[in-house]
């Protein structure tokens, strides 16, 4: 039986494979409407294998920019992104990266402040300089 262009019989063993087969049934749930009483929605999937395991929340990938969390395996290296675009915090496998405001404070690209503006203290990592404001 085909669904949507999945061959539900035959949707493959990789975990690449199963983790792609789950993402496209779950586009195909959200693309229809539901009574709500007999369907659910699909707010968390997750896909596992003998080899690999994935926990995805309204994200489909690690690069997914939409809100939510992805966690999982890329290229044999565990990676995790938890927020949206704007504000983040993610594990690349090797480094913590935290983008947006944390307790009153802003992280930005190596740089961290206390405040965006006003009296405020800047610790740069381009000048190695820290600077009261």
Not at 2 to 20: A, F, H, K, V, W
Not at 72 to 92: C, E, F, I, P, Q
Not at 93 to 109: M, P
Not at 122 to 131: E, G, L, P, Q, W
Request: net charge negative.
């Amino acid at each position: 039986m085909t669904r949507e262009g999945i061959d539900l019989y035959n949707i493959g063993s990789t975990p690449e494979e199963l983790q792609s087969a789950i993402i496209q049934l779950r586009a195909d749930f959200d693309a229809h409407t539901h009574d709500g009483a007999s369907s659910r929605s699909f707010e968390t999937v997750s896909a596992e294998t003998v080899s690999a395991r994935a926990i995805l929340i309204k994200k489909t990938s690690y690069t997914d920019s939409a809100s939510g969390v992805w966690m999982g395996m890329v290229d044999n290296v565990m990676k995790l992104r938890l927020g949206s675009s704007a504000a983040y915090l993610d594990w690349d496998g090797t480094a913590l990266n935290i983008v947006g405001s944390i307790s009153g404070s802003t992280i930005t690209g190596g740089t961290f402040q206390t405040a965006a503006s006003g009296q405020r203290v800047v610790i740069a990592s381009s000048d190695n300089t820290i600077t009261f404001y």
